[in-house]
């Protein structure tokens, strides 16, 4: 006779609390989720009596922490490939950076007036396009002749502004 007080109880207990986090729950669309993952809540607290006296509830424990490990590694696979994305995207931005830094040391050293040259890389690290800021002289064709001859860059890849 406790064992069935304890379990109505518990229920009730369940029951509760759901009310109050649903009460408290920041928005209505937030609440069909919380109604959902509570409802399965409260059908397993309702179902482990039921289980446990038909042998069950233990592979129903090993199922449900089968499922949560499951889970968990999804997330951890879906985090490592965000993580990655974004250690590429740092990866590419510093090669364009470098070679940002390189061509204007080339421009320097031959003595070309380049206010700023900006360089975008493709998804393959390989050079989709560099846009030169000219100086006051007008050096930029200059420049452009040369990345295109050093480079092996295509007319379309260099513009001069």
Same mark, same amino acid.
């Given at each position: ?29 937030y609440?069909? +989720?919380?109604?959902? +993952?509570?409802?399965m ?12 006296v ?16 499951? !889970?968990s590694?999804?997330?951890?696979? +879906? ?16 090669y ?6 390189? +061509?204007?040391?080339?421009?320097k ?19 989709e ?9 007008g ?14 860059l295509?007319?379309? !890849?260099?513009?001069?502004?």
């Amino acid at each position: 006779m406790q064992t069935l007080i304890d379990w109505i109880r518990s229920i009730l207990i369940l029951y509760f609390l759901m009310m109050i986090v649903l009460y408290f729950a920041a928005g209505e669309s937030y609440k069909k +989720f919380i109604r959902f +993952f509570m409802g399965m809540v409260l059908a397993l607290t309702v179902l482990r009596p039921v289980l446990a006296v038909f042998g069950k509830e233990e592979a129903l424990q090993e199922k449900i922490t089968y499922e949560a490990f499951h !889970q968990s590694m999804e997330e951890a696979r +879906f985090d490592f490939g965000q993580m990655e994305e974004a250690e590429n995207e740092v990866y590419c931005r510093q090669y364009e950076r470098g070679l940002e830094e390189q +061509f204007l040391a080339d421009a320097k050293e031959k003595l070309l007036d380049i206010e700023r040259i900006t360089v975008s890389l493709d998804s393959n690290y390989e050079l989709e396009q560099v846009t030169i800021r000219e100086g006051l002289y007008g050096d930029g064709e200059a420049l452009k002749s040369y990345l295109i001859e050093v480079y092996g860059l295509k007319e379309g !890849q260099v513009l001069v502004q």
